[in-house]
């Protein structure tokens, strides 16, 4: 059984509402105080309470540092919250740690962006046939009175594939709820549980800590916030809300298939395989490494034939290549493949004795560096083997609108986007980064990352070079996601 008060944690935290297949999210800045306060007080935010029958819709809120500013919430508190999430995601150098330079830059972003970033994201999910509905009521006479829009952002319902053409939403952490997890000091083995304290501010993360969050005296408008586990003396405004982080990549989808056919000499199935060596799974979401007999905590039944694996079958790189999306986003174990250790070899390793050489220079532990991602795609479908015909007037962009939750935005999401996917050194190869996101200019002191590696069996290894840019930035900026308890605080009712 759970202890955390389901009713006080927003919805999206435990699901992705997959059953509502239609969704939007709009970007709002502040334009009454007053009337904003009202309308997030009167807004029917779903909880994380499991309902049977499931509801039919679901509205969840975010704001971000300027957006708290405009509901009159005291500089000294916003103080507490973590420094990305003040300074945002548009800010200069945390545009060059997240690789969003050239034609990324955060200044050529359609929306977010430095002293540009919206107050407040309201995502609406819902069936299909109550989704207009929902969101006209939702956006009344009061919605209008109270902010501008800065724009809606569509989604569309690709039953469960990423623009590219690829299953997603296979992999997710499964969060200790039940806090049951007893974490030792260093962690061998692979293991899907993650503590609750990395989703969910206000609990225990990864290293038995709970995250620096702003903690408030116990005054008569913070009476109804929840009180701090580490300072009972003081209110905890985050308990129970996390961090989210919103990213929207538009994606080439001919660029991207056009280059594969083009390395594949036209043959369909070469450049699929190719594809699937880039991803790191194949289309229909199989893993390129055998599942394991071995449980692995934390995989869903359901999810084995998918999910219970890891790298330590393929410590080359043979069969999933280590810059292989996934692997770089989710390395598993790499930092032990294919070394069976006792526990005396695993204890001088960890006490940095270990022998010198290749193997040494791999990721650090996954289990810090989980996040869960809660994203929806954007735009038409374009299937693979349409995608070299001549594109229509006008086109429609597609893409993914990124999101994901985390309680430590540096530790977790960029430490993922930095040191796993834009850095062009990762797992013993270098002068390539992710070979769906990197970004591919040459840009004065960074090395040219179009390269993408596939090792081979025994020393054949094959270097692809010359990958475009399949992946743009458009938008982004980082949000908080309250607990029902702290968005009552903020709209102060
Ligand atoms: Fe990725 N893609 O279509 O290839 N991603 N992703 N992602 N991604 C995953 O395992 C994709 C992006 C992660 O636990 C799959 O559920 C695309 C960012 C993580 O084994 C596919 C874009 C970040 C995982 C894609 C994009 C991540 C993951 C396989 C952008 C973080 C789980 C499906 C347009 C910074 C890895 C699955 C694991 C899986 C694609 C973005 C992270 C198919 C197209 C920005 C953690």
Redesign the pocket.
């Known amino acids: 059984m759970s202890q955390v008060d389901y009713s006080d944690v927003q919805g999206l935290v435990r699901f992705g509402y997959s059953q509502m297949t239609s969704a939007s999210y709009a970007l709002v800045r502040v334009k009454n105080a007053d009337a904003a306060k009202a309308w997030f007080r009167a807004a029917p935010v779903t909880t994380a309470v499991a309902q049977k029958p499931p509801p039919k819709t679901a509205m969840n809120i975010a704001f971000t540092a300027p957006g708290l500013r405009a509901l009159g919430i005291a500089e000294s508190l916003i103080a507490g919250f973590s420094h990305e999430f003040r300074g945002g995601m548009g800010q200069e150098s945390r545009a060059r740690q997240l690789g969003d330079l050239g034609k990324n830059e955060p200044s050529n972003w359609s929306w977010g962006g430095f002293g540009r970033e919206p107050d407040a994201l309201v995502m609406f999910f819902a069936e299909p046939d109550q989704f207009d509905s929902f969101v006209k009521k939702s956006q009344d006479q009061n919605w209008g009175a109270a902010f501008d829009e800065i724009t809606s952002l569509g989604t569309s319902n690709l039953d469960g594939d990423?623009p590219?053409g690829?299953?997603?939403?296979?992999?997710q952490p499964q969060i200790d709820w039940e806090q049951q997890l007893e974490r030792p000091c260093t962690q061998l083995d692979y293991s899907n549980v993650v503590a609750l304290g990395e989703f969910l501010l206000g609990y225990r993360n990864e290293y038995g800590k709970i995250t620096d969050r702003p903690l408030l005296e116990p005054d008569a408008r913070a009476a109804g916030l929840l009180n701090a586990e580490d300072a009972p003396s003081k209110k905890d405004l985050a308990r129970n809300g996390t961090y989210l982080v919103m990213?929207q990549?538009e994606?080439d989808v001919r660029g991207f298939w056009k280059f594969l056919y083009d390395q594949a000499g036209g043959n369909v199935a070469h450049a699929e395989q190719l594809g699937s060596k880039m991803?790191g799974?194949t289309r229909a979401?199989d893993p390129l490494v055998p599942i394991q007999a071995e449980p692995i905590p934390g995989i869903d039944p359901s999810a084995v034939r998918q999910n219970q694996f890891t790298y330590e079958s393929d410590p080359i790189g043979a069969r999933c290549p280590f810059g292989a999306?996934?692997r770089r986003?989710?390395p598993r174990n790499s930092d032990f493949p294919a070394r069976r250790l006792s526990a005396v070899q695993k204890l001088i390793i960890m006490l940095g004795f270990g022998p010198k050489g290749f193997y040494d220079d791999l990721t650090s532990s996954v289990r810090f560096h989980r996040?869960l991602?809660r994203g929806r795609e954007y735009g038409p479908e374009l299937l693979p083997e349409d995608a070299l015909q001549p594109p229509p007037p006008n086109e429609s962009t597609r893409?993914?609108h990124?999101i994901?939750l985390n309680a430590n935005i540096s530790r977790q999401?960029e430490f993922?986007?930095n040191a796993w996917?834009a850095s062009t050194k990762f797992s013993g190869v270098t002068g390539e980064s992710d070979p769906?996101?990197g970004n591919r200019e040459s840009l004065p002191g960074c090395p040219v990352t179009g390269n993408f590696t596939i090792p081979g069996d025994g020393t054949l290894r094959r270097r692809i070079s010359g990958l475009q840019q399949f992946?743009i930035v458009r938008g982004g900026a980082y949000f908080f996601l309250p607990s029902l308890r702290a968005l009552r605080y903020f709209a102060g009712g």
């Open positions: 990423e590219f690829f299953t997603d939403g296979i992999s990213r990549l994606q991803v799974r979401g999306h996934v986003t989710n996040i991602r893409g993914l990124f994901c999401f993922l986007q996917v769906l996101l992946v």
